[in-house]
């Protein structure tokens, strides 16, 4: 299920279209309020094929992605955008509860992701890895 959060006041330049993919529904709402209060524009999916096709069809700035997700994971995910459309990989924060090695957090790094966060998250240093991203 898609879920988009906007706020109407102080539309501006600064304020980010950020797509969440992760099926973990408390994370989700955590940080798209956090987002939304941030004067963020938040779309929300709990599916890693509904966030792929969000990908092809949408305009994102930043895209937080969860690795661990039921039938189409995070690595599917990157594996698609490494095939057909590279240039979203930068967009791309991953998010995970796994611990990942060092060895693939560098292969993230050589695909040109942007960053790579372990749960629970910092939500002040997921914002800020999210605006480095459009700066």
């Given at each position: 299920?898609s879920?988009?959060?906007s ?14 993919i ?9 940080i798209s ?12 999916v709990?599916?890693?094929k ?9 305009q994102?700035d930043?895209?937080?992605l969860?690795l661990?997700?039921p039938?189409?994971?995070?690595y599917?995910?990157?594996d698609?955008l490494?095939?057909e ?6 967009k791309?924060?991953?998010l995970?509860a ?5 060895e693939?957090?560098r ?7 942007s960053?790579?966060l ?15 991203i459009?700066?």
């Open positions: 299920m879920n988009t959060i706020s109407p006041e102080n539309q501006n330049e600064s304020r980010l279209n950020v797509l969440i992760d099926d973990n529904e408390q994370i989700t709402k955590m309020s956090f987002l939304d209060m941030s004067n963020h524009e938040c779309t929300v709990n599916d890693g509904e966030g792929v096709e969000l990908i092809k069809t949408h994102f930043s895209i937080v969860d661990a997700m039938e189409c994971d995070g599917e995910i990157l698609t490494q095939n459309d590279p240039s979203q990989l930068s791309i924060i991953i995970t796994s611990n990942i090695p060092i693939t957090i292969k993230f790094k050589d695909l040109g992701i960053s790579c372990q749960k629970p998250v910092d939500i002040d240093q997921l914002l800020s890895k999210i605006t480095d459009t700066n």
